[in-house]
């Protein structure tokens, strides 16, 4: 059972990670803030938010202790504050000025690991706060990390799609092409398995990324042989690139959130769905288990945080390993997945209606207004056509995680297929209600670059709506996509 006891929503745009230490939870955002919350009670501290980068705050994280928090941002710098009043305790600037995607503590808080856009990894020294050691993925930007138990090793994970095993001296021990379309997040149990054919102690650690795939590795740590990554298997319940995951305290369960706007909890050992968790409305971003317990966190580009208690593991939904499990788009909807997307939508009313006539998700995406009035009775006018644009929106949805979507057709904001695509002063493209949405929040600034907007005024790209268009009449002509 997995039940949702809070939701936060004090950040003003997308949240980017969460963390918690024994007694704290702390989010960070594009807003520029950090905020950190009690679990007593899930209120803000009185010092929260945390104000002090300039830039999108990618990733926070607790000391062991959880006395220190650490934040790091596109503007380049390291944040490490003292929680017990909010004090700023250090700015580490990466020695490159390069915009900054992940910090983690080591287990025993000897050490903090930067890693920044350029591929560029900082080993700081947690006592002196100064640069202990220094070096660079060979491809990509460093986006994902996550410390050995012992501490004296660290994994880091690029957009390249390359794991990289590395010892406390800086040294790569061990390189693997873990996603061909890029890593994303990357975890480690700290409980140790057991490895029969090594006689050895390995730990379980996942990764995920574009590739819409979870995969986890047993790993070995041992300073005489280095470090070892072997494949386990691949978990594949999401239908979309993953972009967080995180092991419990106890090594028994995996959360990970996804582009499709689930969070999924698998059990560890069997790879079986144990919750699939659907409130959130826009891609989930983070997810986070506290340290003594089962609270998880997820954040999602809705802006907002939910924090759950999970009881004892119920495997409800079947295997997920790879050859075995089956994407949930659409068009595998049950007549409960219908029902759950008809309430998020606002048309609760209607569940009786659908359940009634046996909709399910391949049923639901061939409505028309004809089978609406005819077939489900449905006499208002106005109710008809709000539910029609919800599912053409759901089948342009399901084309999207359906197929490889053009890069081009995806807007740079919401990374979803675009319907009414313009041009901005940047030369970019944009989902017209995406960049107004931006440009009304006050924000002149270039969502892919960040520098000034010389101009607010947006021009229809129809060039790129007609090849949108076309892409999609292709795909209906193949049979790739359900028929509109």
């Not at 939508?345 to 909709?359: D, M, P, Q, T, Y």
Request: glycine share 6%; with cysteine.
């Amino acid at each position: 059972m997995a039940t949702l006891i809070r939701t936060l929503t004090d950040h003003s745009d997308d949240v980017n990670c969460c963390a918690f230490s024994s007694s704290c939870l702390a989010t960070c955002s594009l807003d520029k803030t950090v905020r950190i919350y009690s679990l007593n009670d899930f209120t803000e501290l009185p010092y929260s938010p945390l104000k002090g980068h300039t830039y999108a705050v990618h990733c926070c994280c607790f000391s062991p202790s959880g006395h220190t928090l650490a934040s790091c941002s596109t503007d380049g710098a390291t944040i490490v504050w003292d929680t017990r009043d909010g004090r700023m305790l250090a700015v580490l600037e990466q020695p490159t000025g390069s915009p900054v995607r992940v910090c983690r503590f080591s287990p025993e808080s000897s050490y903090l690991v930067s890693g920044a856009a350029d591929g560029s990894v900082v080993l700081w020294n947690v006592h002196s706060m100064k640069c202990y050691r220094s070096g660079n993925v060979k491809d990509g930007s460093l986006v994902a990390c996550a410390f050995s138990p012992c501490g004296n090793f660290f994994v880091t994970g690029s957009s390249c799609g390359d794991l990289t095993i590395w010892d406390d001296k800086m040294r790569c021990l061990c390189n693997e092409k873990a996603h061909d379309l890029g890593v994303t997040c990357c975890d480690i149990s700290s409980h140790p398995v057991s490895d029969d054919e090594h006689a050895s102690r390995y730990f379980q650690m996942a990764s995920c990324g574009q590739d819409n795939k979870i995969k986890v590795w047993f790993i070995l740590f041992a300073d005489f042989l280095g470090g070892e990554l072997r494949y386990k298997c691949t978990l594949s319940g999401h239908s979309a690139p993953v972009l967080a995951c995180a092991f419990s305290y106890d090594g028994q369960m995996l959360a990970s959130g996804s582009v499709d706007k689930y969070v999924i909890i698998y059990e560890t050992n069997t790879g079986n769905i144990l919750h699939t968790l659907s409130q959130h409305t826009r891609y989930v971003t983070a997810c986070a288990f506290a340290p003594h317990s089962l609270l998880l966190a997820t954040g999602s580009m809705d802006k907002a945080v939910h924090v759950w208690q999970l009881d004892n593991k119920q495997p409800c939904a079947g295997n997920a390993i790879e050859k075995d499990s089956k994407i949930r788009t659409a068009e595998n909807w049950s007549e409960d997945d219908v029902s759950a997307w008809l309430c998020a939508r606002g048309f609760a009313e209607l569940v009786g209606l659908f359940k009634a006539n046996n909709i399910d998700g391949k049923e639901l995406l061939n409505l028309t207004r004809e089978s609406l009035t005819n077939e489900l009775k449905i006499e208002s006018l106005g109710l008809r056509s709000k539910i029609l644009q919800k599912i053409e929106e759901l089948r342009i949805k399901t084309v999207s995680v359906s197929v490889a979507v053009p890069d081009e057709f995806l807007c740079p904001i919401t990374r979803e297929l675009m319907k009414d695509p313009v041009i901005a002063a940047d030369g970019y493209s944009y989902e017209k209600e995406a960049i107004e949405n931006w440009i009304s929040n006050k924000r002149r600034s270039s969502p892919m670059t960040n520098l000034p907007l010389p101009s607010l005024v947006l021009t229809p790209n129809r060039t790129l709506k007609m090849a949108i268009s076309r892409w999609l009449e292709t795909q209906q002509k193949c049979g790739e996509t359900t028929s509109f």
